[in-house]
């Protein structure tokens, strides 16, 4: 069964860079057809894609947030990483790393979702 | 980008009501939509992908409708465990997806 856990610091201080890991478990981040990414959701509100990466190593970004984003795999360990630059407390949100099934060949989805981590950004 | 709307965005039912909720895309996106249930504090479950193709394990008074820029999720029968907020995801514009902003279902 393939599992996702997040972690890393739950406080970010403003205008620094909030940095999660996510580790793969009972599956493979090299595994073809699959992307792996992040999604937020502000207390409260709704869900916000913020990228992805596919198994070739192209990464992709929410073109709103794409000049603060950085997303990398370490293969290795078989986990990959967000960092999110310059942060506000509009960046305050939990944070969900899940993978996206790209292999029916019809619609992708998001099949498999970590528990999601509260991170919370404050002066 | 392609923008999904929903309505309603919040709506009260009773146990055993037929619930529909509809999702609405900016531009046609064919049948690349998905449905997902959140409860509070976990992680959002995918019901439907592909418009209308149930997930493995998901109960059958779950289903879905559309293609083009309309929509629809069906709860036949709504169950206790069923009040929950439900997103829609479109996947046209895979690797860039955008969700809809949620209708909440609760108890009436």
């Known amino acids: 069964q393939l599992q996702l856990q997040a972690s890393g610091p739950r406080l970010a201080k403003t205008s620094e860079t909030l940095s999660l890991t996510c580790t793969v478990s009972?599956?493979?981040?090299?595994?073809?057809?699959?992307?792996w990414g992040w999604i937020r959701q502000p207390p409260g509100k709704g869900l916000e894609w913020i990228g992805s990466?596919?198994?070739?190593?192209?990464?992709y970004y929410n073109p709103s947030l794409k000049s603060r984003v950085t997303i990398s795999v370490d293969t290795s360990k078989n986990q990959f990483s967000l960092m999110l630059s310059s942060v506000t407390a509009a960046d305050t949100a939990v944070y969900y790393c899940?993978?996206?099934?790209?292999?029916?060949?019809?619609?992708?989805?998001?099949?498999?979702w970590g528990q999601g981590t509260l991170v919370t950004v404050s002066s | 980008d392609i923008q999904m709307t929903q309505s309603p965005s919040s709506l009260s039912a009773s146990v055993g009501d037929r619930v529909t909720i509809t999702c609405r895309a900016s531009?046609?996106?064919?049948?690349?939509l998905n449905w997902y249930q959140q409860k509070p504090g976990k992680a959002p479950k995918l019901l439907i992908y592909?418009?209308?193709s149930l997930q493995s394990g998901v109960p059958s008074r779950f289903s879905g409708s559309g293609s083009g820029t309309d929509f629809t999720l069906t709860i036949s029968s709504l169950q206790p465990e069923d009040f929950a907020t439900y997103y829609c995801?479109?996947?046209?514009?895979?690797?860039?997806?955008?969700f809809g902003p949620g209708t909440k279902v609760v108890i009436k």
């Open positions: 009972g599956g493979s981040v090299s595994s073809s057809s699959y992307y």
């Open positions: 899940a993978r996206l099934d790209d292999t029916n060949g019809w619609s992708s989805y998001f099949d498999y």
């Open positions: 592909a418009a209308s």
């Open positions: 990466f596919y198994f070739s190593g192209t990464t």
């Open positions: 995801q479109q996947s046209y514009s895979t690797p860039h997806p955008t």
């Open positions: 531009q046609t996106i064919s049948s690349y």
